[in-house]
């Protein structure tokens, strides 16, 4: 096919022992999915998921054992770290049971969910779409795709990030108010998924802000560690 413009090229994340990449279609990702973290943020209770989504463009991927390079975004004075497990979709589908939901899944990543959190309370104050908050260039670090049959148990796996060596998230992926099988159930209700879909399925409690020449290290059992400087 001739195009008027070069296309771009597919977002691509590597996959952990393999020189194979994940090519990814879009990236959903889910709100206040942790009862703490849903405090923090000023909510309590069990409200249904909800979602929201980054450009596929926007993740830097980080290759096992490297250290990545976060540009520190315009338009922020209080960019802020969520550290999330990311799963990728290997086979697509709508309506899918959560009982079946896991089948979907090819892998998993660590991933962090940047946040203008600035301009997000003002989006949320204003009653407006949290894009610019969000879905900005370079706001979906992520590090290697593991394999889900090398990935061990993740549902019971610690997740923690650290900055500058100090302790700051720091939960479990059993403490998900939606699960991932619940999660992949409530989104494959509204959106139809598709092979190279990422779910981003939210943050645990401790979420802070970052400043330049931060470094930042976080990491899930079982699937190794995502490490960025702020630069
Ligand atoms: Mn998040």
Redesign the pocket.
Known sequence: MRHVIPPAAPSCVPVLGSDAQFPVRRIY?V?RNYAEHAREMGFSGREPPFFFMKPADALVPVAAGHTGQLPYPSLTADLHH?I?LVLAIGQGGSRIAAADALQHVWGYAVGL?MTRRDLQAEMKKQGRPWCIAKGFDASAPIGPITPAAQAGNIEQAAIWLNVNGQPRQRSRIDRMIWSMAETIEHLSAAWTLQPGDLI?T??PEGVGAVQRGDLLEGGIDGLGELRLLVS
């Open positions: 990702c709100g969520e999330e969910d981003f939210g943050t």
